[in-house]
């Protein structure tokens, strides 16, 4: 089933000459930066809503499941505007009631994983590819069977191919992201494939001192530390240190950062997780010329090329490598040497 690319990374992919898509597409590319329920292909979510309405038409149960999930689907299919952040997360509830027990679930990962992983024109769209999803306990299935309904689809690639990281939500009560790193720890001792843990949601809600004794934990644990980091320009500056006082390996998006937590970047080399059509659909980072990746690549720091969510945004990661390439104002228009490079930098920061 196809995903189709729209926006900014269709519109770098068409500028592209056939040799230089076909350099994008056999580069290896480490996909870092992907949300399960943010990543799924719309055809899947489709089929999900369609076998939801029959077995509740079946059930003969009132609800206004349907409602919500139609509408949210429609939104998604136009190809959504987002004007304020909440647009964005206000998207997640539709697409959750399609992926709330172990079945949808994980027909909803095979389909991601099949994305990113399965060769479409004998290349796949990634080498290898760190998931992440907050587990999410509804009344069908528990967060320890969350996880291990992801894990199961995850370990039908081999390790080189696909691992876990286990997100926590900003907005979770404290006891719930105490539970989610417990059982990543659990299931990690036990040699399933959970590699990171990683903090995410809203960036301006939650309290995240918190979660700072379950960072610890992860990372005493041997887990790799991911957090989404002054995604916003309302984040404030003493969040923004907290978080990297947590010694995370990678950042995702560090959109705002000040001199000071540039600093500690740079020194602790944390790698930064760039995703180009998410800022950009965000409105975070108002154009291309003026995003925060120009500042990493001038200064030779890690950074990895990602996705974040592929069914609002309707991108994909050789459309987020086409941004690195086309001429400006289409990319950034870089050199073949140099989106090796890049592509490298990546498969280097994955956690395992
Ligand atoms: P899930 O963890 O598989 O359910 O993926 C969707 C969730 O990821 C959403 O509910 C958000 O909380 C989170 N998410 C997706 N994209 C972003 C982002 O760019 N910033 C912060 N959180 C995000
Ligand atoms: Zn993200």
Known sequence: MVHTVHGPAANALASLTPHQLDFLKKLPKAE??????????FPILQQLAQERETSLAHADEISNVP???RAGLEKLKAGVVLDQLHDFFDLFPAIYA????PAALARATRGVLEHFLEEQDGCPQAAYIELRSIPRETPEMT???YIETVLDEIERYPPERAAYIVALDRRMESRFAAECVQHAIELKNAGRRIVGIDLCGDPTAGNITEFAQYFRQAKEAGL????????VKECPPTETLQLLSFKPDRLGHATFLDDEAKRIVHTDEMCIEICLSSNLLCKTVPTLDVHHIRYYLSHNHPIAICTDDILPFRNSLVGEYALLM???????GLEEAEIEKIAKMGMNSRFR
């Open 143 to 145: 967060r320890r069977k």
């Open 224 to 231: 790799g530390l991911t957090l989404h980091i002054a995604e």
């Open 32 to 41: 870092l930066h992907a949300h399960l329920n943010g990543s799924i292909p």
């Open 67 to 69: 409602e919500i999930v």
């Open 98 to 101: 399609l992926t709330s027990n």
């Open 326 to 332: 086309a001429t400006p104002p289409l990319g950034l």
